[in-house]
Nanobody
Framework: QVQLVESGGGLVQAGGSLRLSCAAS???????MGWYRQAPGKQRELVAS???????NYADSVKGRFLLSRDNAKNTVYLQMNSLEAEDTAVYYC???????????WGQGTLVTVSS
């Protein structure tokens, strides 16, 4: 199983941008990669996902503001977050699931705080 390490979180003002990175310990070429987030007192929710072929899916709340990409050569996925809102404040988690496998691997999370 790959191991995942997220980075790039921090404190940003509303309207600002951050780029989160999720670095894997091995190849992710055959993995569906996703970003989830969990705000205080709320359930973890899907933010965006990207298939092994590069197809993306976004939560309605982030469409047009967030962009998910992958660099298989670097075993890394990136979540570019623009026009951040206070409601985007959460711990962001990366996950990976090998195609046709039920096993999901999670990173430890990175905190994003958006001040209004």
């Amino acid at each position: 199983q790959v191991q995942l390490v997220e980075s790039g979180g921090g404190l940003v003002q509303a309207g600002g941008s951050l780029r989160l990175s999720c670095a894997a310990s091995g190849s992710i070429a055959s993995h569906v990669m996703g970003w989830y987030r969990q705000a205080p007192g709320k359930q973890r929710e899907l933010v965006a996902s990207i298939t092994s072929g590069g197809g993306t899916n976004y939560a309605d709340s982030v469409k047009g503001r967030f962009l998910l990409s992958r660099d298989n050569a670097k075993n890394t996925v990136y979540l570019q977050m623009n026009s951040l809102e206070a409601e985007d404040t959460a711990v962001y988690y990366c996950n990976a699931r090998r195609v046709l496998s039920p096993v999901v691997v999670w990173g430890q999370g990175t905190l994003v705080t958006v001040s209004s």
